[in-house]
């Protein structure tokens, strides 16, 4: 890359952030399953190789809709309703769910990309309140596209 | 003073971030099980800067940006691994590592102070 002299906006002896690799990853995540809608979040992990060789600092952003994308430290909700008839029970008020979440992590030798995935549909109790079944609910999958960038540690 | 264009490390057409002065950035910190640790980091600006603060959390070498997410974290839970909380003031970056598993921990935190107000 060559400098034009003449756009150069400033000189400084601040360290600033050295920004060593930037990349982007798409992961997909099925979404919720098992027997218990409260412990059913799904996690999807990928690595890649870290190829500076360094441990750094990430930063990243990322989105399940390639509209709206979210901090690193972003944990998005929703609402969902628990209908206990079976049980004998009333449909629930919505409550509120951990719709998706992602953890970016660096070592020297890999980038490893963390999602979790906590999305589902209304739940409804099976069985009865004396013999309870599994939790009924379908997951929803997302498509989680981070872009992320590597910074020196310094 | 004459710069040399040559040496020039990086390109900006606009405003940046400028860290401030330091050799060292990151601690260790150990807790006990079940324990916590608070540190304090001084940074004398004089005013609140930007921060940044991240850790291993997975004491694996690996430096967790995000919330480090796991199953079961919709409803309660305890989490796997230790966290980290942290404030800013004018003269201090204060951590706090909790460990909320059954072994002590050493945990590697790292932290970024900008020269900016935040």
């Known amino acids: ?154 | 003073m004459t710069v040399d264009l040559s040496k020039l490390q990086f390109y900006s057409g606009v405003n940046y971030m400028k860290r401030e002065d330091r050799n060292v950035r990151y601690q260790d910190v150990t807790m006990a099980a079940y324990g916590s640790q608070t540190i304090s980091v001084n940074h004398g600006l004089g005013h609140i800067p930007e921060v940044d603060v991240q850790a291993e959390l997975t004491q694996d070498g690996m430096i967790w940006t995000g919330n480090l997410p796991e199953p079961g974290m919709e409803g309660f839970y305890t989490p796997s691994w230790p966290q980290i909380t942290w404030w800013v003031g004018t003269a201090d970056l204060t951590i706090t590592v909790s460990n909320p598993t059954g072994s002590s921990a050493t945990v590697r935190v790292y932290y970024l102070i900008f020269k900016d107000y935040a």
Not at chain 1, 41 to 56: A, D, M
Not at chain 1, 96 to 113: D, Y
Request: glycine share 12%; with cysteine; net charge negative.
């Open chain 1, 1 to 154: 890359m060559n400098h034009d002299p003449d756009i150069l906006q400033f000189v400084s002896l601040d360290e600033i952030d050295k920004v060593v690799a930037v990349g982007s990853i798409l992961i997909s995540n099925g979404g919720p399953s098992g027997t218990s809608y409260a412990t059913s979040g799904r996690v999807v992990e990928q690595v890649r190789t870290n190829t500076y060789g360094k441990k750094c600092i990430v930063r990243f952003r990322w989105t399940t809709n390639y509209v709206d994308y979210n901090s690193p430290d972003a944990i998005p909700g929703y609402a969902f309703t628990v209908d206990a008839t079976a049980w004998g029970g009333p449909v629930s008020d919505p409550l509120p769910g951990v719709h998706s979440a992602v953890a970016l992590g660096c070592s020297a030798s890999q980038i490893k990309f963390r999602t979790y995935n906590g999305l589902h549909g209304n739940v409804a109790y099976t069985g009865t309140a004396m013999s309870p079944g599994p939790d009924s609910f379908s997951g929803v999958p997302l498509d989680f596209y981070i872009e992320y960038a590597l910074v020196e540690v310094g």
